[in-house]
T-cell receptor
């Protein structure tokens, strides 16, 4: 599976959009981009995933660049409850899921 | 989404005893389950992968005789920490993927916090 690079930490003001970047320059053609988050002392929570096209669901939007070497997770209106560690993972659906360090997002009032 | 439940959510035990953690898929058949360990302020580390009815595959550095994994049915996998020691204290998390759910999507349990005294 391709390796990902994420910023260690980010801050965001409550009510504003949170944009979390992820670099995955070695991604292969069949690998998907998955985003999960982990709130303190809980199991990871699925957010969204995509292959080539941008995706949107009730939680977030995923923007994947045309060359697929990077992506951005967008939380449109961040709340205090969105404070968590966000993990960007690139993998084939048939493979296991391995976590990097992720980005610690802190939403501030 | 599909639900994965872990039990117990926390456990305290004495050094030298064994502890069993259960992971259940409540509304889907889990063909594959994964076990992770997470130390404070660190990321999740994959310990092993188990497919229903077969032996688990352990990651390098994970002792298979210490961390016994059983995946006897499509809805249940267990992790037994044998002869636990204080250094085994950690947050253990399972995840599952399987039939009748989005291919490749993993569903995670709530985690089980083990403290060995």
């Amino acid at each position: 599976d391709a390796k990902t690079t994420q910023p260690t930490s980010m801050d965001c003001a409550e009510g504003r959009a949170a944009n979390l970047p992820c670099n995955h320059s070695t991604i292969s053609g069949n690998e998907y981009v998955y985003w999960y988050r982990q709130i303190h002392s809980q199991g990871p929570q699925y957010i969204i995933h995509g292959l080539k096209n941008n995706e949107t669901n009730e939680m977030a939007s995923l923007i994947i660049t045309e060359d697929r070497k990077s992506s951005t997770l967008i939380l449109p209106h961040a709340t205090l409850r969105d404070t968590a560690v966000y993990y960007c993972i690139v993998r084939l659906p048939s493979n296991d899921m391995r976590f990097g360090a992720g980005t610690r997002l802190t939403v501030k009032p | 989404g599909a639900v994965v439940s872990q039990h117990p959510s926390w456990v305290i035990c004495k050094s030298g005893t064994s502890v069993k953690i259960e992971c259940r898929s409540l509304d889907f058949q889990a063909t594959t389950m994964f076990w992770y360990r997470q130390f404070p302020k660190q990321s999740l580390m994959l310990m092993a992968t188990s497919n229903e009815g077969s032996k688990a595959t352990y990651e390098q550095g994970v002792e298979k005789d210490k961390f016994l994994i059983n995946h006897a049915s499509l809805t249940l996998s267990t992790l037994t920490v044998t002869s636990a020691h204080p250094e085994d204290s950690s947050f253990y998390i399972c995840s599952a993927q399987g039939l009748d759910v989005v291919p490749g999507e993993l569903f995670f349990g709530e985690g089980s916090r083990l403290t060995v005294l």
